[in-house]
């Protein structure tokens, strides 16, 4: 299985969109990236497209191939797949990580997030999210109101085995 993406943090967003990367994540989208050497910056894509989302989500390289391949499958001119190379091509930004593990954030995803001074990164497995502090609070408290329906008792691992319902 390859490596995931854990964890949480904020960081700042300087006046041209450059934002540090968590090293953690750096070292996933290094090990995910089949083009990467030492002397090469590791690559990711940003996906911006889905009008519902308040975040950006940025994938490995090896997720990216893994929905190509499943967009590819689908009947070519089919409404499915037109409209999902659209949201995972058209609506995507390819980008690498700088030699001091800074990512360039163009205007367009900043504006689509509210992003102006500040970013947080938050893991999702074999991607991440980029969102302003404001769509981080508001993520949270929907854990927290999530939580809260939850009996005292029940240890969210155990949804789990039920199929994740609640």
């Known amino acids: 299985m390859a490596r995931m993406f854990r964890g949480e943090s ?7 969109g450059r934002v540090s990367i968590p090293a953690g994540f750096r070292r996933v989208l290094e090990d995910s990236d089949p083009s990467w050497t030492k002397d090469t910056n590791p690559r990711l894509v940003i996906v911006y497209g889905d009008r ?8 490995t390289m090896a997720a990216m191939a893994e929905v190509d391949e499943k967009i590819a499958a689908l009947p070519r001119g089919s409404v499915a797949r037109r409209k999902l190379e659209t949201l995972f091509t058209a609506q995507a930004h390819e980008t690498s990580v700088d030699e001091t593990g800074r990512l360039v954030l163009p205007a367009k995803l900043r504006e689509k997030i509210s992003v102006s001074d500040s970013a947080y990164f938050i893991a999702a497995g074999d991607t991440f999210q980029i969102l302003s502090p404001d769509a981080y609070d508001a ?18 691992l155990t949804l789990l085995d039920s199929g994740g319902g609640a």
């Open 10 to 16: 904020v960081h700042k967003v300087d006046g041209k």
């Open 139 to 156: 993520k949270m408290g929907e854990l927290d109101d999530w939580l809260d329906d939850l009996d005292d008792d029940v240890d969210p």
């Open 52 to 59: 519902r989302r308040d975040y950006l989500e940025c994938y």
